[in-house]
């Protein structure tokens, strides 16, 4: 009996390593179903300040790092599971933490440079140069503070989708995240890579002087969209915004535009929409062009479904169908796009009740899960 029952805790203890699960029908036979794995956890760490310090709640308002440091970053890119930083001026260094809050490696503060992407730091070191000066580099180190490249290149970029941008001398190209040059060093000017492709210029000569065209890249360096551009934006759910004169409009990867490219002002496609201006009014359109929403005096994209709008003084939120999630609430003086879960909203300040202006998080209900944020800043 007691073999039986080890076999059969084997049995069980394998099917869950392998995802695999046996089902005994009444004639004894043994089938096998195939499990879904599970969805990985997705945690979000936003940053607060409270009486001078900094730390991380999660979208619940849970405190992960306790407010006790002196600086915190709030990463634009803001995807689950990012790791985060805090400053300790005291100790003069650097402590870079996983999203469920566990300690991942210090690091001087003079050392280290800006946020951990994609499990990369940058570093910088200064190093004698052929004049025999010193001279400050850059390298990346790994997510337990271990070198991956040595303090080689003359400026770094923090990596996006498994590359970053690096220069050495005029010219800018990329390594992967082992620090292996993968796009040779050529471009005027380089973008990180969003949705596949890279923002990338080259300098052009013409009768009216020297300026920079602006094309595309795939993740191989091949140049698959003409650098025709005077202005191009990295590509974002599928679209690009460009402009060649004065009105803007949105590509997609072959470089063909979506619609007419007949609008003063254009920010990015989000969740199938993209805030537009023409004419003097300002709306969401989809990706054939047609208006989705009504018109709105200010806006950000969409994110989790809501996007920030301003009416009159105030502002809210509303849904892709364009109505209101959030109605616009004389309280809101400012609000930011959804980032995860939470929006940061400014609430004015009340004689009345004898509160001050001051930041807060909301949830997409509109309840205020932080309050009194302080100032905060997002890093680019």
Same mark, same amino acid.
């Given at each position: 009996m007691r073999l039986f029952r080890t076999l059969w805790m084997f049995a069980i203890i394998t099917s869950l390593i392998t995802g695999t699960v046996s089902a005994s029908s009444a004639d004894g036979t043994v089938s096998q179903k195939e499990t879904k794995p599970a969805a990985e956890a997705r945690n979000y760490?936003?940053?607060?300040?409270?009486d001078g310090k900094y730390g991380?709640?999660? +979208?619940?308002?849970?405190?992960?790092?306790?407010p006790v440091y002196d600086g915190g970053s709030r990463s634009f890119s803001f995807k689950p599971n990012e790791p985060v930083q805090v400053t300790d001026n005291k100790q003069k260094k650097i402590i870079y933490f996983s999203a469920e809050g566990t300690k991942l490696f210090e690091c001087p503060q003079e050392r280290c440079v800006g946020i951990m992407q994609n499990e990369r730091v940058i570093y910088t070191e200064k190093i004698e140069?052929?004049?025999?000066?010193? +001279?400050k580099r850059y390298?990346?180190?790994?997510?337990?503070?271990?070198?991956?490249?040595?303090?080689? /290149?003359?400026?770094a970029r923090e /990596?996006?989708?498994?590359?970053?941008?690096?220069?050495?001398?005029?010219?800018?190209?990329?390594i992967n995240t082992a620090g292996e040059l993968v796009i040779p060093y050529q471009f005027s000017s380089s973008a990180n890579f969003s949705d596949g492709m890279a923002v990338v210029g080259y300098l052009k000569k013409s009768k009216d002087g020297i300026s920079i065209k602006y094309g595309f890249i795939d993740k191989t360096g091949k140049l698959v969209i003409p650098a025709r551009y005077n202005y191009a934006d990295s590509f974002t759910d599928g679209a690009a915004r460009v402009s060649s004169e004065d009105t803007y409009g949105f590509i997609n990867k072959s470089g063909e535009f979506l619609f007419e490219p007949n609008y003063t002002a254009v920010q990015p496609f989000s969740e199938g929409l993209a805030y537009v201006e023409r004419n003097g009014k300002s709306f969401f359109v989809d990706k054939q062009?047609?208006?989705a929403t009504m018109n709105v005096s200010s806006s950000g994209p969409f994110s989790n479904g809501l996007a920030p709008v301003q009416a009159g003084s105030s502002f809210g939120y509303i849904n892709?169908?364009?109505?209101?999630?959030?109605?616009?609430?004389?309280?809101?003086?400012?609000?930011?796009?959804?980032?995860g879960e939470l929006a940061v909203v400014e609430l004015r300040e009340n004689a009345k009740m004898k509160t001050p202006a001051m930041k807060a998080y909301i !949830?997409?209900?509109?309840?205020?899960?932080?309050? !009194?944020?302080?100032?905060v800043k997002w890093q680019s």
């Open positions: 760490l936003y940053l607060i300040k409270k991380y709640i999660n +979208q619940t308002g849970k405190i992960v790092i306790e140069g052929a004049d025999g000066k010193l +001279q390298g990346y180190l790994n997510a337990k503070g271990e070198k991956i490249t040595e303090p080689i /290149f003359h400026k /990596f996006s989708e498994g590359l970053a941008i690096v220069t050495m001398g005029k010219g800018s190209g990329y062009g047609k208006r892709q169908q364009g109505a209101y999630a959030i109605k616009p609430a004389a309280a809101y003086s400012y609000a930011e796009p959804f980032r !949830n997409k209900t509109g309840a205020i899960v932080w309050n !009194n944020i302080e100032d």
